[in-house]
C-alpha cells in the first residue's frame, strides 16, 4: 500500500537561501536559525537505483551557544509530499560562543519512492523546502518552517551518434540522439518528449564546445538532424534541464574526415 511519508506540518542554477525572519516560526528563548545551506547549494539529482545523500547544513545562534537539530524534514513546498529520511543525528561546528553549524543527512533510496505517497511519485520533482527545530545549551528551542529552499530532480540520460563515421568534407552528416529521464514509478527511465536540446561541436584540438543549432525532442524522447561537416571534430547534445529533470551532457562522438 502506498502510503505518506512526510507531509507538510506546522509545527524542506539552483539554492535559495532563507532565514528565519522570512519563515513561520515559534518557540522559547533567543535561539534562531540565520541560514540554511542545502546539499552544498546544489540540486538534488535522484534516479532509479542509488541511494542518494545530501547535507542540510544549518547555522544556529543563541547567547548560551547552539546545542543541535531536534527535528529535520523536507518535502515538495507545492503538494507536501517528500521521501527522503533523516536518521535524528547531527554534527555542531563552533563558529563562536554564540553560533554553530549543525549538519544533518538526508537519505533515499529510490526503490523507496513509489511507496512515500498516494499520487504519482514524479509529481514530487521540482521546488523542496525545509523545516527544522533546534535547541541551545540554555534549553531555548525553535520550530522554524520553509527555512529554505532547493531543488530534487529527477535524473537524465542522453545518448549522441553521429554517422556516417568517416565522412567527406561538405557531404550531410546525421546525428541521433535520445533524451530520457527516470521515472520513480517503475524505476526505468522514458523518454522525455518536447524538450529543446542544443547540438554542440567541438572540432579537433578546440578547447570548448559550441553550440550549432537546438532541436526539439520527438514524442519518445528521441533527436534527430543533419549538419554540414565541414571538419573533423566531435558533437554531442546538452540538455539544460527544468525545474523537475536535471542538465544532462551527452558524451562526444568523434567524426573524421576522409
Known sequence: MRHRLWAVAGGAAALALLTATGAHAEGEGDVRVTKTVVNKGG???????KTVTFPIAVTIKDDSGAKKITHLST?????????????????????SSTTSVCTGTMT????????????????????????????????DYWISDHIAEYKVKRAAQLTTDATPEPVARGAQLTVKGKLSRANWEDLKY?????????????????????????????????????????????????????????????????????
Open 43 to 49: 540540486n538534488v539529482i535522484v534516479g532509479t537505483a
Open 108 to 139: 533515499a533510496d529510490p526503490a523507496w519512492i513509489a511507496d512515500s505517497d498516494d499520487i504519482d511519485s514524479n509529481r514530487i520533482a521540482g521546488v523542496w523546502q525545509v523545516n527544522a527545530t533546534v535547541n541551545a545549551n540554555d534549553g
Open 190 to 258: 522514458h523518454g522525455y518528449p518536447g524538450q529543446s536540446v542544443r547540438l554542440q561541436f567541438r572540432g579537433t584540438g578546440a578547447a570548448h564546445y559550441s553550440t550549432v543549432k537546438t532541436v526539439k525532442t520527438d514524442n519518445l524522447g528521441r533527436l534527430s538532424t543533419k549538419v554540414t561537416a565541414s571538419a573533423a571534430g566531435s558533437w554531442r547534445w546538452y540538455f539544460p534541464g527544468t525545474t523537475t529533470t536535471s542538465l544532462k551532457v551527452s558524451a562526444g562522438d568523434a567524426v573524421t574526415l576522409k
Open 75 to 95: 518535502f515538495n513546498k507545492s503538494n507536501g509530499y517528500g521521501f527522503f529520511t533523516w536518521n535524528g543525528d547531527s554534527s555542531c561546528v563552533r563558529k
